[in-house]
């Protein structure tokens, strides 16, 4: 993987942002040189010879240097900031489409704890190394020259001594760089893992509960966050191990500049000037070297992001089948020898399934549980691909699934999921026709504001508000699975009766067990066990 291309396609909207920040950052290391030579002047110069009218002059040119160096920094945390978040949004944003135009039901399916937590944890890693460590880099770079420099002005050997210690700094930057990307990775997994756990756990509260199990639960995430918290301070002993050195390294260069500025002030071939200079010249050279040593965690850890999110974006690579199709008439579906076989499954769930939905005709799929029903929408959805054979779909779709899925929101911002230019008298019809007229008997009737997944609803008020949704949408085609399950008999009756009444020019397929709805249908597909093949019984 080439990162600095990535980072670099990555950063476009943040390019120019950048180099004002470097530029910004340059003028700090100006004014830093800047200051480092007028104190020299300062004390050799104008404290020994100068007028009371220099003294004040050198004393507000270096209290301009300090006010300039102070805005400047100002200048480069809004320029940061301001990238930062642009540069968030705009990978959050990116990622987070390729999200519905992934393939769904592979191998490489994600959990959305996980994916929450890249788009997260990993953004941030890497819009922080976008905004702030690139630009520091650049900047350190520069600052290390423009001391370097000055610092031959004054004594070239030790100059290039203390240079000496950026090979050194790379060299033992490269060795631990493998070390730590995998730490950071392991880091990144746990993260991950912990949030899967709680997005989990959070989502099937009451089931747990139900099952008396919060305390097997939460003594699960301890020993996960265990686990981080080995993974986290196995990390920070190898950081705190190779700071050390380094910190070594550098005291001791810092101490060789002392001593050496010590004897050449005695034997008079420097000023105090100078030697004031030097030492701060010194913290000049060191400073960015050790900057750039504490950048080389920050970079890894970018890499290793980078990684977690392409591995997103991979399946954005492939896309869906494109539905409608223009090879059979509108409203029109159709199947033709289809099989199918999950990626991580080890048998066909369809073979040869041959069967035509005519438009505006209304089917019924049966069949027992774990037969291929729901595989069967997800196939004619277009989700998933056949293995052999071909699907052909003549219009938009609208998919019913089964259960609650409900958003937490409104009422109607549920229901404007499927239309959002759609009017408050849609609305009502659609509710009307879904049997959900209850929804008016509510204190803030559309606008009534429900928790996650639908919360504040009973199932069977969910559902029929889900239906009512999918009765919105202007799909030509609609795909409706066990629908009326958490109903009961006689609002089931009215409710197919009110949507076959609504909508006759639509084509509908049911996937269902009750016969109510059969009776109704102008065709039952059964999908039957041992062959996997189906009948059909007009
Ligand atoms: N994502 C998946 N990966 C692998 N196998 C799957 C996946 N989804 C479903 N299956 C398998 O495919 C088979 C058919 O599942 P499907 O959900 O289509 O059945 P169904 O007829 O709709 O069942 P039910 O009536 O219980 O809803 C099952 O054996 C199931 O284990």
């Given at each position: 993987m080439n990162y600095i291309a990535w980072l670099w396609h990555h950063s476009r909207g943040i390019r120019f942002n950048t180099v004002v920040r470097i530029v910004t950052g340059i003028g700090q290391v100006a004014l830093g040189l800047l200051m480092v030579w007028l104190s020299r002047k300062f004390i050799d110069e104008t404290i020994r010879t100068g007028t009371a009218d220099d003294v004040l002059r050198m004393v507000l040119l270096l209290v301009l240097t300090v006010l300039g160096g102070v805005a400047l920094r100002q200048v480069g945390y809004w320029l940061t900031t301001t990238a930062g978040v642009h540069q968030s949004n705009a990978l959050r944003l990116r990622i987070f489409s390729s999200l519905f135009r992934r393939q769904l039901?592979?191998?490489?399916?994600?959990?959305s704890g996980d994916v929450t937590s890249r788009l997260v944890k990993d953004i941030e890693t890497i819009s922080s190394v976008c905004t702030d460590t690139i630009p520091q880099i650049a900047i350190t770079f520069i600052q290390l020259c423009g001391a370097f420099l000055l610092m031959r002005w004054f004594d070239a050997r030790l100059a290039w001594a203390l240079l000496l210690l950026t090979p050194m700094a790379i060299v033992f930057g490269k060795l631990i760089s493998r070390r730590l990307r995998k730490m950071t990775l392991d880091i990144r997994e746990d993260e991950s893992r912990i949030q899967m756990q709680v997005q989990e756990s959070m989502e099937h509260n009451a089931v747990l509960r139900s099952l008396g199990s919060e305390q097997w639960v939460t003594d699960r995430l301890e020993s996960m966050q265990q686990r981080l918290k080995g993974n986290v301070m196995r990390r920070m002993r190898f950081t705190v191990a190779m700071r050390i050195v380094m910190g070594c390294v550098f005291g001791l260069g810092y101490l060789l500049a002392f001593v050496w500025g010590g004897i050449s002030l005695r034997n008079g071939t420097i000023t105090f000037g100078v030697m004031t200079s030097f030492l701060q010249l010194v913290g000049m050279i060191q400073h960015p070297i050790l900057q750039l040593l504490n950048m080389v965690p920050t970079v890894i850890h970018c890499t290793a992001s980078i990684d977690r999110l392409e591995e997103l974006s991979v399946q954005d690579k492939k896309e869906i089948r494109d539905n409608?199709?223009?090879?059979?008439?509108?409203?029109m579906v159709r199947l033709d020898d289809v099989s199918f076989r999950y990626a991580?499954?080890?048998?066909?769930?369809?073979?040869h399934f041959t069967h035509q939905f005519a438009p505006g005709t209304k089917t019924a799929i049966m069949g027992q549980t774990g037969i291929g029903k729901t595989t069967l929408f997800r196939l004619i959805l277009g989700f998933i691909q056949p293995t052999s054979g071909r699907v052909e779909v003549g219009g938009n779709i609208c998919y019913v699934p089964q259960g609650n899925t409900l958003m937490s929101g409104t009422i109607r911002y549920n229901l404007q999921?499927?239309?959002?230019?759609?009017?408050d008298d849609e609305l009502r019809q659609v509710l009307h026709t879904a049997c959900a007229d209850f929804v008016f008997d509510l204190e803030d009737g559309l606008d009534t504001e429900l928790g996650e997944r639908g919360c504040g609803l009973s199932e069977g008020q969910a559902q029929r508000i889900a239906i009512a949704r999918g009765l919105l949408h202007d799909g030509d085609i609609l795909l409706l699975d066990e629908?009326?399950?958490?109903?009961d008999e006689s609002t089931e009756k009215d409710l197919y009766h009110r949507i076959f009444t609504a909508l006759p020019q639509k084509t509908m397929i049911f996937i269902t067990h009750r016969s109510t709805v059969c009776e109704l249908c102008d065709d039952i597909v059964l999908i039957e066990n041992e062959k996997k093949q189906f009948a059909s019984h007009s």
């Open positions: 039901y592979t191998e490489q399916e994600l959990h409608p199709c223009n090879s059979v008439p509108n409203k991580n499954g080890d048998s066909e769930i369809l073979q999921l499927a239309k959002p230019t759609a009017t629908i009326s399950s958490s109903l």
